[in-house]
């Protein structure tokens, strides 16, 4: 049986979820975050230490305001609302990405980051303002200003990721096989699972499914 450490989840399907079922991408947005919940608290549950949560990409900034709005709104009251309760959990939470947002937001995250930092049960990591291909320019930057002898491991303690393990686990929900400028370098050995099911529609069942498949995968890293 595989251990498992480390998932990391792309959440999509909030937006045609929400226009299938309640005429509106907005409301898959909000659907889609008590899948969040749930997914803490099954992770919990399974003893899992870290969990990535892809929230919003570089990317999506291209969508119309009024949803970036929303998302956001969804978020800051989450935080609001949940912060608590999650720190009660033991839930450290971090943000990967670029933190450039309105400087009351930028209050919330640092916030919540430093409420959370000693817990220990799980480590969320929440993808906000996040790309790959930006996070690896960084690294490259970062480091050509030092005189040091790159690494693969020295390597990714330039990344946002850094003192976590590469996710175990990748799963993409909404029917859609690709990578969205997601965790490009940590990726490279995680086992991938694309799931039909729109975010929203996705139980904790369809979870365990997926993690007791993961765990009898045969995984080679090369070897035979
Ligand atoms: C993913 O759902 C959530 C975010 C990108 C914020 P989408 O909003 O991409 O949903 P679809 O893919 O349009 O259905
Ligand atoms: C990926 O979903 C980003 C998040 C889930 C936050 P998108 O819906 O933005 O991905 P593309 O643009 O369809 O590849
Ligand atoms: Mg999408």
Redesign the pocket.
């Known amino acids: 049986m595989n251990p498992l450490r480390h998932v990391a989840i792309?959440?999509?399907?909030n937006?045609r979820w929400g226009l299938k079922f309640k005429n509106s991408r907005n409301a898959g947005h909000k659907a889609g975050l008590k899948t969040v919940e749930k997914i803490i608290k099954v992770s919990i549950k399974k003893k899992i230490r870290f969990l990535t949560l892809?929230?919003?990409?570089t990317?999506?900034w291209k969508?119309p305001k009024k949803e970036i709005k929303y998302l956001f709104n969804l978020l800051e009251n989450f935080l609001l609302n949940r912060l608590e309760d999650l720190n009660k959990q033991d839930i450290k939470l971090k943000i990967i990405g670029k933190k450039n947002f309105s400087k009351k937001f930028n209050k919330l995250l640092n916030f919540s980051e430093r409420k959370t930092s000693n817990n220990t049960t799980l480590q969320i990591n929440l993808?906000l303002n996040?790309g790959s291909k930006f996070e690896l320019i960084n690294a490259f930057k970062q480091i050509s200003k030092k005189k040091i002898v790159v690494n693969e491991k020295n390597f990714s303690e330039f990344l946002q990721t850094r003192n976590i393990p590469d996710p175990d686990l990748l799963i993409?929900t909404?029917n859609?096989n690709?990578l969205?400028?997601?965790l490009l370098w940590q990726l490279a050995y995680s086992e991938i699972f694309f799931e039909k099911k729109l975010?929203p529609s996705f139980t904790e069942r369809d979870y365990n499914k997926i993690i007791e498949k993961y765990k009898k995968i045969k995984r080679n890293f090369g070897k035979i």
């Open positions: 792309i959440m999509d399907g937006g892809y929230a919003f990409s990317e999506n969508r993808a996040y993409r909404g859609t690709r969205s400028n997601f975010w």
